[in-house]
């Protein structure tokens, strides 16, 4: 029984050592952790190969995973590089993968610079951009070029100082003695001896000397002022562009009155014309104002005709369905009354004025992008019988003061009337608005309301 106890914890620790050195394997090579894969294209690998390290702003994040051996020269090798989740924020579209080096002549890595913040982070499977590595033979064999062109410089500064030398010992010579003139000359003047000699050593000279440059100084002084002021002058008249602006007014006062002039004429033409007697002697006013009384009064009859029309019993139905029953002269009392606006059979479209309307710089309300969005959704079931029905567009305000409240009801009832006129192609006989403050018609399924009703009175009822 020991025995088989014995055997059984050796082999329960045999397992969990063995487990436990599985999972630090797996540890030590990130195969518990989340990973996420990205490419990149570069032309030469500088020793990169399958399993290389890869750094993220300094920070080991993974490995290469795969290398795509390119199909031709122009191509290049595709890397895809394993990195961890955890540093998935760093890794951005406009980040930037280069090989890096330990030392100068140390094992080669993949490097990830950190992209910003403004940029997204890369997506699993992206392409990242690369710059490609500088190579130390490069920069040797710059350095051996750069070097040459040294020793090259040196030798022929060489040459130019040896060929300088002769002639630099003969100016020197020259530079000599023309320094002891000028020392001659100097002592002469010191002791006055010359013109020069007695210009400098003379007080009164020096004294008339002074007081004519001080002379010369206020002179060129007043001179400075009054150009400066000249100068200011002629600016200010350029920049006010008088005479061009004088020109130009000019010439239009003159085509001003070249075109009144042609006006006036034919204006009088025309008066004398209308008031040339017609045939039985009357004059064009006596006929104008006999045209325009007929005109009234015939406007006057039709409009009476046409509401005698409206309300005969044979067509006052079709006249209420298709929405011309006195919608212009009805009032909100007599609106809530009407069986015609009242029924509950009629379609009604409920909109309250949360995100419908926004005030703009003049304090007017107008409809928003997302109030014409939820309008056109609610309209949309409606769409295949909006042209053949009446509709009417209740406003509705929950504001305080009763007359602002009816100004604000009516200014958004015609708002969404206007806006479904354009969007469907609607003819505005068919189409009506009105305001009623925040009380709905009697029988409607809200008492108040504070927003928009759309009303669609089918055919036939």
């Known amino acids: 029984m020991n025995r088989n106890l014995a055997v059984g914890a050796f082999i329960l620790i045999g397992l969990a050592l063995f487990t436990i050195g ?31 390290r890869v750094q993220v702003a300094g920070m080991g994040a993974g490995q290469v995973e795969e290398i795509r051996i390119p199909s031709s020269p122009a191509s290049k ?22 090989i890096g080096t330990e030392g100068v002549v ?27 590595p500088t190579e130390l033979a490069d920069v040797l064999d710059q350095a051996k070029g750069t ?5 090259a410089t040196v030798k022929n500064a060489n040459g130019l100082l040896t060929s300088v030398g002769g002639n630099l010992n003969a100016t020197l010579t020259t530079a000599h003695g023309t320094v002891s003139d000028v020392d001659t000359i100097v002592n002469g003047v010191k002791r006055g001896d010359g013109a020069v000699g007695m210009l400098l050593r003379d007080p009164n000279v020096a004294q008339s000397v002074r007081q ?18 000249a100068n200011a002058i002629v ?25 009144l002039d042609g006006a006036s004429e034919n204006v009088q033409k025309l008066v004398s014309t209308l008031n040339a007697p017609d045939g039985s002697g009357a004059s064009g006013g006596e006929n104008l104002r006999e045209a325009m009384s007929n005109i009234d009064v ?26 011309y029953y006195s919608l212009l002269r009805m009032n909100p009392e007599a609106y809530r009354k009407d069986p015609t606006f009242t029924n509950s059979k009629d379609d009604r479209v409920w909109l309250s004025e949360d995100k419908l309307f926004i005030r703009n710089a003049n304090g007017q309300e107008e409809l928003t992008s997302e109030g014409r969005t939820q309008i056109d959704q609610t309209t949309a079931p409606y769409s295949d019988v909006l042209q053949g029905t009446a509709i009417m567009i209740e406003g509705y305000s929950g504001t305080s003061d009763p007359s602002e409240k009816m100004v604000l009801s009516r200014e958004r009832a015609v708002l969404v009337r206007n806006y479904l006129l354009r969007h469907y192609h609607l003819e505005a006989s068919v189409a009506g608005a009105i305001g009623l403050s925040d009380k709905a018609p009697r029988g409607a399924e809200h008492s108040t309301w504070n927003g928009i009703c759309i009303v669609l009175v089918r055919p036939g009822r």
């Open 22 to 52: 599985l999972f630090m394997i797996g540890n030590r090579h990130e195969a518990f952790a989340e990973h996420f894969t990205v490419y990149t294209d570069l032309a030469h690998l500088s020793g990169i190969a399958k399993g290389s």
């Open 77 to 98: 090798f595709r890397l895809k590089l394993r990195l961890e989740e955890k540093l998935h924020g760093l890794v951005r579209t406009d980040s930037v993968v280069t």
């Open 106 to 132: 140390g094992d080669t890595f993949v490097t990830i610079e950190p992209g910003s913040s403004a940029a997204p982070a890369v997506p699993a499977e992206g392409v990242l951009r690369s710059k490609e």
């Open 147 to 151: 070097i040459a062109d040294v020793d």
């Open 212 to 229: 004519t440059i001080a002379d010369i100084q206020g002179t060129t002084k007043n001179l400075q002022d009054a150009s400066s002021n």
């Open 235 to 259: 600016a200010d008249v350029q920049a006010r562009k008088f005479p061009q602006k004088i020109d130009d007014t000019l010439g239009s006062v003159r085509d001003a009155t070249s075109r």
């Open 298 to 323: 015939a406007s006057g009859n039709f409009s009476e005709d046409t509401e005698a029309l409206k309300r005969n019993f044979l067509v006052r139905g079709f006249f209420r369905r298709r929405g």
